[in-house]
């Protein structure tokens, strides 16, 4: 907007507001629809999360490592990644669909793929009932895509970064949801004997942790009954004015309809831009060092002292994942403001992507302490709190503040996801959200595919080999670390407004 048509205010030490920032108030967001879209954003992490403190132990209960407890990384990061596989063969092709046939039914089908398979999960008794239960809950589930699209169509330049927010809110409760349920309802025989005393409990000691996710999800499932279609094509058209020249509500729709029919067939190759492959890659790069972080920690957590592991047990490892996820929230909403305000979106990831090389390095310190000692002591308890702080920040690489200025200066902060506010605002319009989402979130479901494999079988293989004294997983990490330290450098300044 020209500076010239805006006027004056009296006071000449009232600030300019910037060129380009929105002049428009706060578009309220609609809360009935949020509140669904943040219980369906709650779903993933909870339930891919959920089975991370008792993998490594049900890979031993299995007997496929033959005793070799040095060997539990390799199947265990097979599982872990399968899900991502699947899914990084089908979310591109769920959130396309969903441009044709709309939100609603893609997520309908995403919630009870992750409903069967999480039951499957549990009550599966060999590592191949494991496998298949995981790859029909990627291949089915492709939500996580597609809620970033409809939080999109939901919100516009005024609110979206609040809306973006709430999900990462949300996203990070299920980071520490997940691993709660998981730790404190595995094996619930050892915990409550007389409870779960039938023989059910013994031969599927991991399916009431899988029953309590699945339950979740049904809820969400019929909570989404109630939501309203966000796509324009399939919205029923509404009457916004007839009278004094104002187009009628079915003329908008219709022009949406030939502007989202003609974008929905879009070809990938014309969207391969350097504006949206840089936000892209270091989408994806994020996802690959932040799921090996995320697969490592248990694995460490299980692996016994005397192969530099800490031997902690499922409800253990579940407490100590869900204090990391409680922290993290409590730090998004106390302190993440403050944080971004004063550093911006890009020097904050920068800043937050270099702490992960030090997140590393605890690990090895940690390992030969519990080896040199024999017991977890205060100090290495000390470290580890240490590499959780240094995790929460490495962490906020996810997310970052927007700023608003409105006529009366008064600013307006939210706190959005910096990754993905930058593959939004990189979106050559508003009609390809699905396919710039769906690419950015093929490219992370690829990344996520390999990382747990990969992290956990160089992990495995170091200790067997004793690579850099069982360390080269590490050392791997870190420089991948660095690269994405650059790729960070290569984003944009400033972001850029989406206009509706």
């Known amino acids: 907007m020209d500076t010239a048509d805006c006027p004056r205010t009296e006071s000449e030490t009232t600030p300019l507001i910037p060129e380009g920032a929105s002049k428009r108030s706060k578009t309220p967001l609609p809360k009935f629809q949020m509140g669904i ?14 089975i991370f403190p008792y993998i490594n132990q049900l890979i031993r209960n299995l007997g496929i490592t033959g005793g070799d407890d040095a060997a539990v990384g390799y199947y265990a990061g097979i599982i872990e990644s399968l899900f991502f596989v699947a899914q990084a063969l089908m979310v591109l092709r769920w959130s396309r669909l969903s441009d044709r046939i709309g939100r609603k039914p893609v997520l309908a089908i995403g919630l009870l793929g992750t409903c069967i398979s999480m039951l499957c999960f549990g009550l599966s008794t060999t590592f191949w009932s494991l496998v298949v239960s995981r790859c029909i809950c990627g291949a089915l589930n492709g939500n996580i895509g597609v809620l970033r699209t409809t939080m999109a169509e939901l919100t516009d330049s005024t609110n979206m970064a609040q809306g973006s927010a709430l999900l990462q809110v949300f996203w990070r409760v299920g980071t520490f949801v997940g691993p709660l349920i998981g730790g404190m309802l595995a094996r619930p025989q050892d915990n409550w004997p007389r409870l779960f005393a039938h023989a059910f409990w013994s031969k599927y000691p991991y399916f009431l942790p899988c029953a309590a996710c699945a339950c979740i999800v049904v809820s969400a499932y019929v909570m989404l009954l109630f939501f309203e279609e966000t796509l324009s094509t399939k919205r029923r058209s509404k009457l916004i004015s007839t009278s004094f020249g104002v187009p009628s509500g079915a003329d908008i729709e219709d022009r949406e309809m030939l502007a989202q029919k003609s974008m929905a067939v879009t070809p990938m190759r014309s969207l391969l831009t350097p504006t949206i492959v840089i936000p892209i890659a270091n989408f994806a790069l994020l996802a690959f060092l932040d799921i090996s972080l995320r697969t490592l920690m248990p694995l460490f957590f299980s692996m016994p002292m005397h192969l530099g592991g800490l031997g902690f047990s499922p409800s253990s490892i579940g407490s100590w994942l869900a204090l990391l996820g409680i922290a993290d929230c409590v730090l998004q909403a106390l302190f993440f403001a403050k944080i971004v305000n004063w550093l911006g979106p890009k020097r904050l990831f920068c800043m937050a992507v270099s702490c992960f090389p030090p997140v590393m390095l605890v690990f090895p310190i940690v390992s030969w302490l519990v080896h ?119 984003l944009p300044d400033e972001l850029q407004d989406r206009d509706e």
């Open 372 to 490: 040199t000692r024999g017991f977890v002591d205060h100090a290495i308890t000390f470290l580890l709190l240490g590499q959780l702080v240094l995790t929460l920040i490495w962490s906020m690489a996810f997310g970052a503040r927007h700023n608003e200025t409105d006529l009366s200066s008064q600013v307006t902060d939210f706190i959005t996801a910096t990754v993905f506010m930058f593959i939004t605002a990189s979106a050559p319009a508003k009609n390809v959200l699905g396919a710039i989402n769906g690419l950015g979130q093929t490219s992370a479901s690829v990344a996520r595919a390999i990382g747990p494999a990969l992290a956990t079988s160089l992990f495995a293989f170091s200790k067997e080999h004793n690579l850099l004294n069982g360390n080269a997983v590490f050392v791997v990490l870190i420089v991948l670390a660095s690269v994405l330290r650059w790729l960070g450098s290569q």
């Open 37 to 50: 879209i943040l219980v369906l954003q709650l779903v993933e992490p909870m339930t891919s999360m959920s």
